[in-house]
């Protein structure tokens, strides 16, 4: 545990964002989904897309004025196993949560699902949708644009979003297979992480507009919103360590986030208008749905992804090196550590969940520091 850092439970936590999300105009249903989807982010041990983003992300947005916390949910074209959904710019989770939950029961009927989104806001960890489908037996797939921030292949300049391209697949184990990660080498949320606790960055997560690399965190989220920094793509810069293949990947999210359903892309999602106002972000997410019982008996897809999973972990390791991990696996590894102690509070957070406290008036809630 890092100093000063403190733990709070998860429950008290998501009742907390929940009733401030309340507070903020967000109906009850709503505000508790939005809660649920944050808390599940600190319960798998990623930080970056937790209670750590509650005010900036979504607290603030709404009170800019640029983030609707009552969500309009339009159906623009729903047919068979396909949809084209509205989100006029409401509750990114969600719009998320129904999407999936959509895309999940035309999968039970046709065997596959497909919901496609447009006018939509920062839905949280791409995880939880993927894993509403396996909960059901499926293979769950999803993926969103984002704000401008990795630079193209022998580019300097902010383009596309850290568009994460996320898989979730059923396995027999305690825990499914899940890919949940940014088609960038790290993301926003990781370098605001790396901010909070005053930690310098690695060398070649963000390059500037003179091409040198950027080591401080708070440097960086300037320079990314200015637009004079950029996040490297998946590989790095340039080629040699084939930083064209997360290049590539960032921009098949950004075509299935924007194409199908004829949203926003690029630099459109910057936030701001030509004269520097706030404006919604708009952004665009895809779900896909595959129910297994439709190619193979689901405990036979079970069996075989585990014994692919257990044969890889099983595999010679490299000299020094412990264990070897697989998708999912260090989620699931950080929700045993911390389903007991709840989730670790650095001085930031707890200085902002105070502010929040008494801004919202929530003088109910006693925490732990």
Known sequence: MAVNEKYESFEKLEAFMKDVFIKAGVPPQDAAICAEVLIESDKRGIDSHGIGRFKPIYIDRINDGIQNPVTHFEVVKDHLATAV?????????????????????????HGLGMVVVRNSTHYGIAGY?????????????????????????????????????????????????????????????????????????????????????????SKALTGLTKGTSALAPLGGLGEETAGYKGYGYATVVEILSAAL?????LKALNGFDSNGKKIPYHLGHFFIAIDISAFVELDQFKKTTGDILRELRASKKAPGEQRIYTAGEKEYLAWLSRKDKGVPLNDSLIKTIKTLKEEYKLDSYEFNF
Not at 85 to 109: E, F, L, N, P, R
């Open 129 to 217: 949708y993927a894993s509403m489908a396996v909960k059901n037996g499926m293979i769950g797939i999803t993926g969103t644009n984002a704000r401008p921030s990795i630079a193209p292949t022998f580019g300097i300049e902010n383009m596309l979003g850290t568009n994460p391209l996320t898989v979730g697949m059923p396995s027999d184990e305690d825990f499914p297979f899940m890919l949940d990660c940014a088609t960038s080498v790290s993301q926003r949320g990781k370098i605001e992480h790396y901010d909070r606790i005053n930690k310098t960055m690695p060398e070649g997560w963000v390059i500037n507009d003179d091409g040198s690399s950027e080591k401080n965190p």
């Open 85 to 109: 959904i509205d989100g006029h710019d409401g509750m990114g989770q969600v719009i998320g949560k129904k999407s999936m939950q959509m895309a999940i029961d035309k999968a039970k009927q």
């Open 261 to 265: 359903q004829q949203g926003m892309f």
